[in-house]
């Protein structure tokens, strides 16, 4: 089970009006623990006014840079994203867990293979760092941008992009999309249908793509995924990464039941028995035990709180990222995860 060390903000730099990059300084006894694959994420984690407050952020940069950096766009009331905005200094200590996630390129240079990637927003911050690497460490492979903002000034990493371009002018390409500014050689409007068929059936007609990569939005994903699968695109070739998901209100109530489940939970090889409410998530019946288990967004869109079920069985109110067979091998959103038996176990150590 993953800890938190803490770690010195080294550097911020303003990407945009309402967003910054920040990378820190990892020790040497540490570099072995932040190692990372291209697309993972990182835990943050502080207390501001009083409350702790933890916070999921791709990386940005390649594996191979030496660096640990990630990217925090401002959002609405956003609590974190406004502090790293705006009060955040060089120098700040923030706890930081070891890198995670599922949504992750693993380049392989003894086979030449082609990615298209579609990001919209904040959805960049994997996606690049996914693209580093293929363009860094497989020489032959080529990758297909489609990256969707409001403007151009709303773009984060658009020098990078806008290098990494000119450095691999024969590998890379990008289609920029901007829903709120008529730009040359840009489509004006947002990442729909149209978007993905000019893209894959006209720009790059003669592209044979092994892999697809989406981050951003529910709405966007499902759109760009629902086009390639119905150009019989196999669904094991599309891989994303929700950013934002249904609102909890899209979600129904009426599959949580009503009862009592004596669980039993699992973290970093100790067991602790409870009894708790089935209208209770696993994860908030832990915390209320104390229980160390580990989360971020409480909202079904990251893994950190992922965790197999040995014992019992258990709902889910909402899952954006388990695939079926995952889920019938015992894997659970805990955060999401609502005990249907009397009894319970489950194993954190064991995903």
């Known amino acids: 089970m993953s800890s938190f060390h803490k770690l010195s903000i080294k550097d911020i730099k303003r990407e945009t009006d309402n967003s910054v990059s920040i990378s820190f300084n990892v020790p040497d006894n540490l570099k072995d623990t932040f190692t990372f694959k291209a697309g993972q994420y990182i835990t943050l984690k502080t207390n501001i006014d009083g409350h702790e407050v933890r ?55 003894s086979k030449t293979k082609n990615i298209a990637a579609f990001a919209a927003g904040s959805g960049i911050t994997p996606v690049i760092s996914i693209i580093k690497c293929a363009l860094e460490e497989e020489v032959h492979s080529k990758v297909i941008l489609v990256y969707g903002n409001k403007t151009i000034e709303d773009t984060m990493f658009l020098s990078e992009l806008l290098e990494l371009q000119h450095n691999y002018k024969d590998r890379f390409s990008i289609q920029f999309v901007f829903s709120q500014q008529d730009k040359e050689d840009a489509i004006f409007g947002r990442i729909e249908k149209s978007t993905v068929n000019y893209v894959m059936k006209n720009k790059h007609k003669h592209v044979d793509v092994d892999a697809f990569y989406l981050c951003g939005p529910e709405a ?23 950013f934002k998901a249904a609102k909890p209100a899209e979600i129904q109530d009426d599959i949580v039941p009503n009862g009592k489940t004596k669980t039993t939970v699992i973290v970093d090889e100790e067991a602790s028995t409870f009894e708790m409410s089935q209208k209770q998530t696993v994860l908030e019946a832990a915390l209320d035990e104390d229980i160390d288990a580990p989360y971020s967004c409480q909202g079904g869109i990251c ?36 005990p249907t038996t009397p009894t319970l176990v489950v194993d954190y150590d064991d995903v």
């Open 55 to 109: 916070r999921d952020y791709s990386l940005c940069v390649a594996p191979k840079s030496d660096e640990l950096k990630v990217a925090v766009k401002a959002v609405k009331d956003g609590t974190f994203s406004s502090y790293a905005n705006n009060q955040l200094l060089v120098g700040d200590t923030l706890e930081v867990a070891p890198p995670k996630g599922r949504f992750v390129f693993e380049p392989n240079d």
């Open 220 to 242: 966007m994903i499902h759109t760009v995924k629902d086009v390639l699968t119905d150009h019989g695109i196999d669904e094991n070739r599309i891989h994303f990464e929700l």
């Open 303 to 338: 893994s950190s709180c992922l965790a197999r079920i040995k014992e019992g069985e258990a709902t889910m109110r909402q899952n954006n990222i388990l695939t079926d067979n995952e889920v019938a091998e015992g894997l659970i959103l805990t955060c999401q995860a609502h």
